[in-house]
């Protein structure tokens, strides 16, 4: 993990946090949401997740230069049942490369540790399966802990029965378990061939019943998903001709 190092501009408490870990999977679901949590509840840039593994390419939000993997905070009523006091946001709009995910994994796992972080959600995609053609985009999930499982059942949210969950999201479940640590993974169903807003707002507005405290207002939502969708489709065609090809990995399965 040494090639791994979490910068944080100021020291910041972030004990009792719940922490959102969107990096982009399928129909770049995470992607898309962690952008309009960061913007719909003007979180503030904290920190970065540096690695020389990293894509070479600076991400211009607002005329402000940031780092590919970014970590935004705020003060906010969030987590199960209100009982967390800020939210934090890591995000990025770039696969990490195959071979770090693994020490990414654990290094975000070791530095919500060290910063007292409450709950882990990651934001998944999965590929939908059969025509998704006017229909609303189904959302499943899965917890590391009896708790997570419970919250699951709570919202009535369907929970993977059968599968595999890749990158790093994987990684923070299956530690979840070994550690006994409170990780909640949400999936929602997404065309595989193009980053999809809809499925988004499908799952925002689930994350939203979840967590009323937060209030993420669903009016605006489908639009805005729609729009930062477009802004990370210009990210990813302008890093293209100076950035080096990545290794793919799987794409997430359920059941």
């Not at 970014?70 to 995000?91: F, H, M, S, W």
């Not at 399966?129 to 919202?155: A, C, F, Q, R, W």
């Not at 997404?190 to 507005?205: F, I, K, M, N, Q």
């Amino acid at each position: 993990m040494e090639d791994i190092k979490i910068f944080e501009y100021k020291e910041i408490d972030l004990s009792n946090s719940m922490l959102v870990v969107a990096f982009p999977t399928v129909g770049l679901i995470s992607s898309i949401a962690g952008n309009f949590i960061v913007k719909s509840l003007k979180l503030k840039e904290i920190g970065a997740i540096l690695s020389k593994h990293f894509m070479p390419v600076t991400v211009i939000h607002n005329s402000n230069p940031s780092p590919p993997v970014r970590i935004y905070a705020g003060k906010k009523t969030c987590g199960p049942d209100g009982n967390c006091e800020q939210l934090v946001v890591i995000i990025s709009e770039f696969m990490p490369p195959l071979e770090i995910i693994k020490p990414l994994g654990d290094k975000i796992l070791e530095w919500a540790d060290k910063k007292r972080i409450k709950t882990i959600v990651a934001l998944e995609g999965t590929n939908a399966l059969g025509e998704m053609k006017d229909k609303k985009p189904k959302i499943h999930g899965v917890g590391s802990t009896p708790e997570m499982n419970n919250l699951l059942k709570k919202y009535k949210i369907n929970k993977t029965k059968e599968g595999m969950i890749t990158g790093v999201t994987g990684v923070l479940l299956y530690e979840g378990v070994i550690m006994n640590r409170d990780v909640l993974c949400l999936l929602a169903e997404a065309h595989v061939s193009y980053p999809d807003s809809r499925a988004t707002g499908s799952l925002l507005e689930k994350l939203d019943k979840m967590l009323p405290e937060i209030k993420i207002d669903p009016k605006p939502l489908y639009k805005e998903a729609e729009e930062i969708e477009n802004n990370i489709r210009n990210f990813m065609a302008q890093s293209k001709p100076t950035a080096p090809s990545l290794p793919t990995i799987p794409t997430q399965m359920y059941g």
